[in-house]
């Protein structure tokens, strides 16, 4: 007989076999095996708001397996997830199996690493009922936001629409943002550089202009006057201060920094990010066979480090650079007031797996990502960089102008890894230049600029990721699967790049949202339920109340809204194509499978066809392999995009040549000429002429 050990998903079932060996089987539960049901509200709010869960279709089958598996063990171990939604799903599997859910059956591990999992197999404890808890609140209250309003949403604006209680809020920081940027008027302001130099010395020193007499400059006229009143005074240095600045590493990985920087290091998207961080995970399929999980759990928001891994950091430092790099104490960052404390920051498992020794072994993502982390992780745990620094205050006039330098004496943890974000804007340079109390400078040149106050950037992914966990608005959970929703319900998009902006669908929604219900749509007051949960997990405050308080107000607004005859319709988008049944210019609409073309004359003319049909497949995508079809921009042009979007943002104003240049591998464009077609490459210019026979036939070869 065997102790059956369930666990998530499949992808690390191989690792943890491996690692309890032969007296146990583990098999997966493939995620929730009940839930409430897809169809109906499935919560009973006249009665405490009791949940209705059931086995889904596609659930049957695992349960009656792990129904067979449970009656032929000699005992079980539930070894879900480390979370509020590990800890549900093990409180589910107790209720389907009949499991006593005080007996010690429940086990956690925050690393699939040997000793780690064998000692938790050791260490068994029964179901935690607080963290089962906060799972059904968060659960509970998003079915009734999503189930209440959603269908409000498809009645007053259009079908296919959906609302949530983190996703909608969400949707309205990028709404928000972007309605900022459109109301943004430009300042003029002027920057003055002053390049100055001592008497008897060539070296440069540019100073620049910080305040003075007339504040900020604002207009030519302002900065002529000023350069003709300095040109006409003299430069004196008025306070010159020296001293050693050190620069503190960053601390280790949670969740949302991970994905901020390998958003912006990597130039992942949040999708890739969190699958690849997954497989790092629960075990990275290696190249010469198997399968090992390199970094710890990756859904934290804390930055705490146990005592185990800050000692395999300190010895690792000084093994391989020297007692130099090791801080006097260990390193220890402050979490931010709510983080769930429970995990550890992400981190390597072990330092021994080098990021250069598991290159050759990992997939290319893989690879990019476990050595961010790796870096990042030890970067933390070593000393601070040491910088000679000088500030000088420089007058004239009255007028104030500023130089700062600094140097690096040492490089501590920037030998690893630098921060995302310097702590200042001081000019690194290779010598400071040698300027005492009261030294005359000699001007040697003005240098004034016109510069314009800039709008605040559109988000992309990583930081609106970052403004989420900032505004307290999900959990680490969370964040992927909200982007995701906004994504797929088309109230976002991508722009150029990684930008993303709202659609007009998205703004209609907001718009709706904010007007019929003031409280889902305050960033504060979703953040005060995600405290409200926590205090569910760790002060046991009963579950039914949280939702009771919410539910009463949320109630009368939803009542407000069905009552009202507001209506926020968007009208239908006509498209170039006709209708073959009556003739009609077709429209876009969209169903529950996407986007199609319908007859406007519905329900006389009922005909309908897919928007592929308008959008022909050219050539296939030079970055991910999938389809490019050619599509039409609001202004009537055409373009060629890859239907992978969002993930892969393939997009060009040419026709892919579905091949690439033999001199530099660069995806090559076809152009048409009259009787020729050329396919070129656009970065060496490399060319090949084809002669087309007939034009017409071309044009309709390329638009099929």
Sequence with gaps: MKTLVLIEGPGKRESVQKYLGDNYKVVPTFGHIRDLPTKGLGVNVLKDFEPEYVVAGDKKKVVKNLQDEYKKADGVLIATDPDREGEAIAWHVC??????????????????????????????????????????????????????????????????????????????LVVDRDREIENFKPEEYWALVAKLTKEGKKEVIKASFV??????????????KIIEKLSAGKFFAKSVKREIKFSH????????????????????????ISATAQTLYEGAPLTTG?????????????????????????DFITEKYGDKYLPKVNRVYKNKKDAQDAHEAIRPISLANTPEKMQSLLGKNEYKLYKLIYDRFLASQMADAA??????????????????GRVQTFDGYTLLYNNATEED??????????????????????????????????????????????????????????????YARNYIEKEKGKAIKSTELGRVAVDYLVKHFENIMDIGFTADMENKLDDIEYEGKNWQSVVSEFYGPF??????????GDNAKIPDEVSDVKCDKCGSMMVIRTGKFGKFLACPN????????????????????????????????????????????????????????????????????VKLYQKTKVISCPKCGFNNKVTIKSETEENENTNS
């Design 249 to 272: 590493p960053s601390a280790p990985f949670t969740t949302s920094t991970m994905q901020k920087e390998a958003g912006n290091k990597l130039g992942m998207s949040l999708k890739v």
């Design 387 to 404: 910088y000679d620094s000088l500030s000088v205050d420089i007058e004239n006039s009255g007028y104030k102008f500023k130089t700062t």
């Design 95 to 172: 209720e389907v199996l009949g499991i006593d859910k005080n007996s010690n059956c429940r086990i956690t591990y925050n690393q699939i690493e040997k000793n780690t999992v064998q000692e938790a197999a050791k260490h068994p404890r029964p179901i935690d009922q607080k963290l089962v808890d906060a799972q059904q609140a968060r659960r509970v209250l998003d079915r009734l936001v999503g189930y209440k309003i959603s269908p409000i949403l498809c009645k007053k604006i259009q079908a296919n629409m959906s609302a949530g209680r983190v996703q909608s809020v969400t949707l309205k």
């Design 555 to 564: 109630e009368q607004e939803i009542k407000a809204a069905l009552r009202s």
């Design 211 to 224: 305040d003075g007499k007339d504040k900020k400059i604002k207009t030519k006229e302002q900065m002529d």
């Design 290 to 314: 198997g399968k090992q999980a390199l970094v710890t759990y990756i859904r934290t928001d804390s930055t705490r480090v146990s005592p185990e891994a800050q000692k395999m950091a300190r």
């Design 602 to 669: 519905y329900p006389k003319c009922k005909n309908t066809k897919p928007l592929e049909d308008d959008r022909p497949v050219v050539a296939k995508c030079p970055k991910c392999g999938k389809n490019v079809r050619r599509l039409k921009n609001k202004k009537g042009k055409y373009f060629y995009g890859c239907e992978g979007y969002p993930d892969c943002d393939y997009v060009s104003w040419d026709i892919p040549a579905n091949e690439n240049c033999p001199n530099c591998n660069t995806p090559m464009i």
């Design 425 to 486: 804007d001081e000019d690194t340079s290779a010598k400071l230049p040698d300027i005492a109390e009261g030294d005359e400078l000699k001007q040697k040149e003005l240098i004034p600029e016109q510069k314009f106050t800039k709008a605040p950037p559109r988000y992309t992914e990583s930081s609106l990721v970052d403004a989420m966990e900032s505004k307290g608005i999900g959990r680490p959970a969370t964040y992927t699967q909200t982007v995701s929703v906004l």
